[in-house]
């Protein structure tokens, strides 16, 4: 599927190279049903409903006595009620007897209420008594061990008190999750909470990752006299698990048109939603990804205005017998900043268009430079930069709520090459187009980065 997409002269902007990425986009991977408790970042694909409410059942809040509220309404410290203890109620299990006038049942954390109780008396306010009606423990220190014959109780407790009613949390039928989210723990516990053994979601998007060039090196291979260790296979692969898809491995191609080609197939034959190269998009002797998109299938959009990862290629390619949506190729610049930066503005979208996500992009913060900053004009800079932070870690922000930050690495861990600013840097300060240079104190937008 191919994108008309209006360009200024032939470079892009980056909402217009953007679009027409997600333009390609015409549906979301498949859905399959998994175990609640198996959706750890899967995307749902509808709405999640409570099967019971939470809880399923009116219960104690605390560990005590059962107890009808009237019983107690004259209790004081100096002047306790007594009531007969007549039983338990225990959590898992139907209350041995219900409570009448003048009677107690001991009741645990979490158990149903007992028919006739209308309040819970927690263990602390109260005093066991033994058969004799002497003190057959200390006052409130816990409610384990035998049964007592008969309690004090040393306060007046208001009808509902440590009582957790019926539906108090969540009603039957309630939409706990809504679709296109992503599950968290503490949705998978909810879901679980309220009798949800299953969930509908989105397969996980698949992204094939191949790195290029003559001189990258992988894993233990000799670096000899001209080579670099591979940064963007790894690196890319991260980000792609990252952003909750499973990366494929296409390993390292020379600058051979062949050697790409035959790589790339293979993605498509693997089942690749996308296809991810890094390097060898730019207009060298030795850049042949834009030949072998074209061979594959065609190519939509070409350069971008951004800084980092001016050179940029997106294509698509139909999948073998021509069925289902087309793959979407990337070709991402061969410098590691460069091709991480590329990967965060356009990749990450259009993976989370596929998983079925809501929200494609990073929520956007506002910052302050403290340094001035330097860039090509007419490009949109992504800068790198660290937070300052208070002694507890937290961002300092300003009076109007704005970051405080500087750049990773100094100016010149600016570069497209600089990994050691790139790893330490909390966010991405966006610098607009119009400006060649920005001075210290200028607000800028702020992408923050996963980090720990």
């Known amino acids: 599927m191919s994108v008309a997409v209006a360009t200024v002269g032939d470079i892009l902007s980056v909402e217009q190279a ?53 019983d107690v309404a004259t209790a004081t410290e100096d002047n306790p009620v007594r009531l007969d203890v007549v039983g338990e109620a225990r959590a898992g299990s139907q209350p041995d007897a219900p409570v ?59 009808i509902g008190g440590s009582i957790r009613r019926a539906g108090s949390d969540i009603a039957a039928d309630t939409i706990l999750l809504d679709g296109g989210s992503s599950l968290t723990a503490a949705g998978i516990a909810l879901s679980a909470g309220a009798g949800v053994p299953r ?11 191949l790195a290029t060039g003559d001189e990258v090196r992988g894993p233990d291979e000799p670096m000899g006299p001209a080579g670099i260790p591979d940064a963007n296979g790894p690196g890319l692969r991260a980000l ?45 002797p030795y850049d042949v990804v834009k030949t072998a998109f074209d061979a594959l299938g065609q190519i939509d959009l070409w350069r971008v205005a951004v800084q980092p990862g001016k050179p940029f290629t997106f294509g698509t390619a139909p999948r073998p017998g021509g069925r289902g949506s087309p793959v979407l ?10 091709s991480f930066v590329t990967f965060e503005l356009f990749v990450r979208p259009a993976v989370r268009r596929l998983a079925g996500q809501r929200s494609l992009l990073r929520p956007v913060d506002r910052g302050v430079l403290r340094e001035r900053v330097s860039k090509s004009a007419g490009r949109r800079a992504f800068i790198r930069v660290v937070a300052d932070r208070d002694p507890a870690g937290a961002p300092v922000r300003d009076s109007k709520g704005r970051v405080s930050v500087r750049l990773a690495g100094g100016q010149a861990g600016q570069g497209s090459h600089v990994l050691s600013a790139l790893a330490v840097a909390d966010a991405l300060a966006v610098v607009p187009e119009v400006a060649e240079s920005v001075r210290a104190g200028t607000a800028v937008d702020l992408w923050w980065l996963d980090r720990d």
């Open 240 to 284: 792609v698990t990252a952003s909750g898809a499973d990366a494929i491995d296409l390993g390292i191609a020379r600058d051979l048109l062949d050697d790409v080609s035959r790589r790339l197939e293979a993605g498509i034959s693997a089942g690749a939603d996308v296809i991810i190269v890094s390097g060898g998009v730019s207009v060298g």
């Open 100 to 158: 009448s006038p003048g009677r107690a049942l001991r009741i645990a954390t979490g158990a149903p209420l007992p028919w006739g109780a209308d309040a819970v008396v927690p263990v602390e306010l109260t005093t066991p008594l033994g058969p004799d009606d002497e003190p057959s423990g200390p006052r409130g220190r816990d409610a384990t061990g035998p049964l007592p014959a008969a309690c004090l109780v040393h306060q007046r407790i208001p």
């Open 199 to 209: 969930v509908a979601v989105h397969r996980r998007v698949r992204v094939a990752v």
């Open 18 to 70: 953007r679009e027409g990425v997600l333009g390609t986009i015409d549906r979301t991977v498949e859905v399959e049903v998994i175990a609640t408790a198996d959706a750890l970042g899967r995307v749902l694909a509808g709405p999640v409903r409570a099967a019971t409410a939470l809880p399923p059942w009116d219960n104690s809040a605390m560990d005590g006595y059962a107890i009808r509220s009237e």
């Open 329 to 338: 190729l990337f070709g991402l610049p061969g410098n590691p900043v460069s």
